[in-house]
């Protein structure tokens, strides 16, 4: 493919997990159908289409169980390729779930011994983490679930999910580490049930953490859209909290089992909404992408993969430029707007005379309910656009608003 305004670059920040180009397509009713890919060729291919990092768990790098020795190589062979191929590591994670100790959770296992082993590997995974320049620490709780509530009591449960993440706190406090957590929740799967089912969910408990400063979230679209949730509102919810670290761009069919789909292949309406607020509120943190090409693909597949989920977000990112220098949209929202009138009731602040005033005032309540909103022909013509019919502004206007959108 030639390259587009719409090409990758460096300065978009994208970054994929090695676990996802790396996804072999293994599921639970078939082998894998792709052989491995190394991560020095997963760094070495996402360079060349532009990706700006690559974010692993300890294990996606490091074989479970690997000697003192054999890290120390495979770390370093993988510093030169980063390094060769100018690729950063802006996120680390931890599997807890993989392995069978985790059978029955990690943080949350009835098993003391087992808490005290899924502390200490995400200890080393934070060591290793920022060995490679890492400043996010992502914690999804895979294993943190049930499938019978009669084995565990959710309260005890989520007293050891909290001193769990208070620990590891407290260590990256002591050792003054420049690094925040990023709590990712998902409501099922592998766990029939799991922990913390909601971006909200977590939000509301890292309020009950020991250093609620260095901990955020890490939404991911399926996950949330798999609970039937709006992750636009989610995400607006985490910003307005100060506490949108990182996030997992991907995408869903409404209703079914995690799918990892590639990024804006299904939602394309909720996505624009989505790339429109991360843009418009000047998000930091990186475009990461946590899906997996189709099983049916084979290598090529992979790499189309990655550059689809690229491209698409630099597409939504484009129509989000256009969408605010549309003449005619922008005209309606005003206009939608104004019809509205201003806050005559200073309702964004409680005062005893303004509370007065407003218990005193009388409302128009037939006209008021009476009237229409116009979000018809507004939602249509954000339809056409996304469609394609709509954008008649000029190219010069277009990279004026998405060099605004990119600042
Ligand atoms: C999943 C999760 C994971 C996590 C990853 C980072 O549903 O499998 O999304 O991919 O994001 O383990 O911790
Ligand atoms: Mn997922
Ligand atoms: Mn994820």
């Known amino acids: 493919m030639l390259p587009d305004q719409f090409t990758p670059k460096k300065e978009d920040h994208f970054t994929f997990g090695l676990w996802t180009v790396g996804n072999r397509g293994r599921d639970p009713f078939g082998d894998a159908v792709r052989p491995p890919i190394t991560p020095v060729h997963v760094v070495k291919k996402l360079s060349e289409l532009g990706a700006y990092g690559v974010n692993l768990h300890d294990n996606d790098l490091v074989p479970f169980g690997a000697s003192a020795t054999e890290q120390e190589k495979i770390v370093r062979e993988f510093k030169v390729a980063l390094k060769d191929n100018d690729m950063k590591v802006p996120m680390a994670t931890v599997n807890l779930f993989y392995h069978p ?10 098993d003391p011994k087992v808490r005290a082993f899924a502390i200490q590997k995400t ?4 060591d290793l983490g920022i060995d490679l320049g890492a400043n996010i620490f992502v914690l999804w709780g895979g ?10 009591c959710a309260l005890e449960a989520l007293k050891w999910y909290r001193e769990g993440i208070n620990y590891l706190t407290g260590y990256v406090k002591d050792q003054k580490l420049d690094l925040k957590f990023a709590l990712e929740a998902k409501p099922n799967e592998p766990r029939g049930d799991i922990y913390l089912a909601t971006t909200g969910h977590m939000l509301a408990f890292i309020q009950t953490l020991d250093h609620p400063e260095i901990v955020g979230v890490n939404p991911e679209v399926a996950h949330e859209q798999m609970s039937g949730l709006n992750f636009y509102h989610g995400i607006a919810q985490a910003i307005d909290a100060g506490k949108l670290f990182h996030i997992d761009l991907n995408d869903q069919k409404p209703g079914r089992y995690d799918q990892d789909l590639r990024f804006g292949s299904e939602s394309i309406k909720p996505m624009f909404h989505l790339v429109r607020l991360l843009e418009e509120s000047k998000y930091q943190g990186m475009r990461h992408f946590d899906a997996h090409a189709y099983r ?9 993969f990655a ?3 690229m491209r698409t977000y630099n597409v939504l990112k484009f129509k989000a430029a256009q969408f605010a220098a549309d003449e005619e949209i922008q005209a309606l929202k005003r206009e939608i707007a104004s019809e509205y009138g201003k806050d005559e009731y200073q309702l964004h602040k409680y005062s005893s005379g303004n509370a007065t005033k407003l218990k005193n005032a009388s409302f128009d309540v037939d006209a008021l309910a009476g009237r229409g909103a116009g979000y018809e022909r507004l939602d249509q013509m954000l339809t056409e656009l996304l469609l394609g019919i709509r954008g008649g502004i000029s190219s010069a206007k277009q990279s004026e608003h998405a060099s605004a959108a990119s600042r």
């Open 101 to 110: 100790i985790f059978r029955d959770g990690a943080f949350t296992s009835n």
């Open 123 to 126: 200890l080393r995974a934070i």
């Open 143 to 152: 294993r943190e679930g049930v499938e019978a509530d009669v084995s565990k």
């Open 296 to 304: 049916s693909e084979d290598e090529e597949g992979v790499w189309n």
């Open 307 to 309: 550059l689809g989920c």
